[in-house]
Structure formats: C-alpha cells, structure tokens
C-alpha cells in the first residue's frame, strides 16, 4: 500500500526566510499526482500546489515551490519569504489514479516575528 | 458561492446512538469523499463516490456507512458510534474522479463519542 511520510512534525522559520518542508512517499505507481495541503487554525484545508507525476518541471505557486524527486519518492515544499500567514499545518498527500488518497501525519509550521 | 458544507460541526453523542453528518456541495461535482483526521496521523479516506449511486471503501471504512442518491449530498453514518470514531471529518469534493483534480474540503465536522 502507498504510504506518505513527513518526518518533520514540527518546524519554525523567520518571517521572510525561507523553509523545506519534507514528504516522502512510496508507491509502484508510474502516475500519480503529489498535493500540499495547509491547514490553518480554522482547521480548513487549502490546497497549496500540486505536482503530476509525469511532468519533470518542478511546480510553483508564487512563493511555494516543490522540489519533486521521483526516483527518490521525495516531494518537498519550499515556502520562500515567509509570512506570519503562512503558519498552518501542512499535509503532503498523494493520490493514485484509481483513487488510492493518502496524506502524510503532517508538520506544524510556526513563523516568529 | 461555491463550497461544500457538513453539518453539524460540533457533536458530542454516546456510544451506541445512530447519527449522520451531512455533507453538501454546489459545484455539480462528481466525486465526492469522506475524511477522519487524528493527531499524528494525518487524514485517513473513509468512503468516496464517483458519482451518483456508486461508492467504495477508502482506508478506514469499519463502522461507517455512506450514500448517495443525489449528485450534491453525501451523508455519512455511524449506526451505533463507539469512542475510537471520536475524530474531526472531513467531506471533499472533486469535479470528477480524475486524480488531476482539486479536491475542495468542507469546514469539517468535529465528533466526540463519551
């Protein structure tokens, strides 16, 4: 079964540092597609970026960016400039295309003023 | 204004009382799925559904039930709630099934079984 890892389960940066944060996964899937979720306190989930499988190009979105590693199985998310905003609980998840979803524990990102 | 809604968001039941947490979208979207979140594990898939009348088993469906008669409902059920279903849920919903698709998540609904 695929399993998705984060290894950090808690990390703090500066405001307007920037931060990596960690996801790996396991899969014998060729396809599939990789998300980041944030979860602020509100407890909403809010997709950040998502990457497919078969695209070599990293994704970007403004100031998050990922660094998608696919012999590695490794999906990490840069958050560039970081704002007080940005503190959340992220989620790495991935998705298979017969509907396999699976997320990460997660990593509680705090940002210090 | 798009969105996908669940009620109730808060519910303090006991063990062994039927309930159903409603989920409801407005997107006309095809896929729709349910969620439980507990701390250190992360969000774990309970039901999903493709479309109207067809749904699956996700990770952790032992004690839940789910249906859908109608594209932009998608209640989810725990006949008889015992305290390890104490968790915050989730419902989703996707345009389609295609794994390239955004899911859009409701406000979640937070359940705690005495």
């Known amino acids: 079964a695929q399993t998705v890892t984060q290894s950090q389960p808690e990390m703090s940066v500066q405001e307007a540092e920037t931060v990596t944060l960690s996801c790996t996964y396991d899969t014998s899937e060729s396809d599939y597609y990789l998300f980041w979720y944030k979860q602020p306190p509100s407890r909403q989930m809010i997709l950040v970026i998502r990457?497919?499988?078969?695209?070599?190009q990293n994704a970007t979105e403004n100031r998050f960016s990922v660094n998608f590693q696919k012999a590695a199985k490794s999906f990490s998310l840069k958050i560039s400039d970081s704002q007080l905003g940005d503190a959340a609980m992220y989620f790495c998840?991935?998705?298979?295309?017969?509907?396999?979803?699976?997320f990460g524990a997660g990593t509680r990102l705090t940002v210090k003023p | 204004e798009a969105q996908v809604t669940q009620n109730p968001r808060y519910l303090i039941t006991v063990t062994g009382k039927k309930l159903t947490v409603t989920c409801s979208q407005n997107m006309n979207h095809e896929y729709m799925s349910w969620y439980r979140q507990d701390p250190g594990l992360g969000l774990r898939q309970i039901y999903y559904s493709m479309n109207v009348e067809v749904t699956d088993k996700g990770d952790v469906p032992e004690g839940y039930k789910v249906s859908r008669k109608e594209k932009r409902n998608f209640p989810l059920i725990l006949e008889s709630p015992s305290p390890n279903q104490t968790s915050l849920y989730f419902c989703?919903?996707?345009?389609?099934?295609?794994?390239?698709?955004?899911?859009?998540f409701g406000p979640g609904t937070r359940l705690t079984v005495l």
């Open positions: 998840a991935y998705r298979s295309y017969d509907n396999d979803m699976r």
């Open positions: 989703a919903s996707s345009l389609s099934g295609r794994a390239r698709n955004e899911q859009f």
């Open positions: 990457q497919e499988a078969y695209k070599q």
